[in-house]
């Protein structure tokens, strides 16, 4: 099991941005797929990005590419989330997670942190 804690979240007008950082409490953090999901008020969660053990593969969810950029340090154990050109609709709270291999989707990844609120006014 990977502890995850998420930091980085406030509030912050449109069109600013916001860096997410996700740091996991495991010697192995290198040999984990990462994602980063949110879930806004009454909705699903929705797949925002994935990042390969390496760093060299990612993949992003349609409402965020080319606006967000997920990145990782293993020296760190920690991984990152660039959020760039900030809409309202992106006010959720975020989640990273942590499994054996990039994938769209949640139930892929075992480990879950608790969150953090992303708040983008109008």
């Known amino acids: 099991q990977v502890q995850l804690v998420e930091s980085g979240g406030g509030l912050v007008q449109a069109g600013g941005s916001l860096r997410l950082s996700c740091a996991a409490s495991v010697r192995s953090f290198r040999t984990y797929a990462m994602g980063w999901f949110r879930q806004a008020p009454g909705k699903e969660r929705e797949f925002v990005a994935t990042i390969d053990w390496y760093g060299t593969t990612t993949y992003y969810g349609d409402s965020v590419k080319g606006r967000f950029t997920i990145s990782r340090d293993n020296a760190k154990n920690t991984m990152y989330l660039q959020m760039n050109s900030l809409k309202p609709e992106d006010t959720a709270v975020y989640y990273c997670?942590?499994?054996?291999?990039?994938?769209?989707?949640?139930?892929?990844?075992?480990?879950w942190g608790q969150g953090t609120q992303v708040t983008v006014s109008s």
């Open positions: 997670a942590a499994g054996p291999s990039v994938s769209i989707q949640p139930a892929n990844f075992g480990s």
